[in-house]
């Protein structure tokens, strides 16, 4: 192997590490959101965005529903991105599963566990298609 080669193993080896803890991270942080005893904050944030779009955007496009969709969305495409770069084995059909089976059985804690929150099933196809679409995004750039 040449000396460039061992070079560039090497780095690749030590940003795959940083994205191992990033990744690490963000689950813990995405973790504490999911499984908070009450959503207040989740719906002050989603809140917080409707106003802020309401601004620039016409009003018949920006409701808290669907910015609570898209928010959804948004908060899961960045676990599938950093996996595909720790896991580059796992397809993007692969990640989609995952998080729709991961996404069930979040609402069905927070459903029969966390007597504040509410199961959503729109959340689980949010939560699904976030999980597509930075799996999907991934494959795109890490090629």
Do not use: K
């Not at 928010?71 to 899961?76: G, L, Q, T």
């Not at 996404?103 to 804690?109: F, Y």
């Not at 029969?112 to 795109?140: E, Y």
Request: charge should be positive; proline fraction near 3%.
């Amino acid at each position: 192997m040449t000396e460039q080669a061992q070079h560039t193993g090497a780095r690749g080896e030590r940003l795959a590490r940083r994205v191992g803890v990033l990744l690490l991270v963000y689950v813990l942080v995405l973790g504490a959101v999911l499984f908070s005893p009450t959503s207040h904050v989740q719906t002050a944030l989603v809140d917080g965005l409707v106003h802020v779009l309401q601004a620039v955007l016409p009003d018949s496009w920006v409701d808290f529903a669907r910015v609570e969709v898209l928010m959804n969305a948004a908060i899961i495409a960045p676990l599938s991105f950093l996996g595909s770069r720790v896991w580059p084995r796992l397809r993007w059909q692969d990640w989609t599963a995952y998080a729709f089976v991961g996404a069930t059985t979040v609402e069905l804690v927070q459903g029969l566990l966390l007597p504040g929150r509410q199961a959503s099933f729109s959340d689980i196809v949010a939560n699904t298609f976030g999980a597509l679409l930075g799996a999907l995004l991934a494959r795109r750039l890490l090629r």
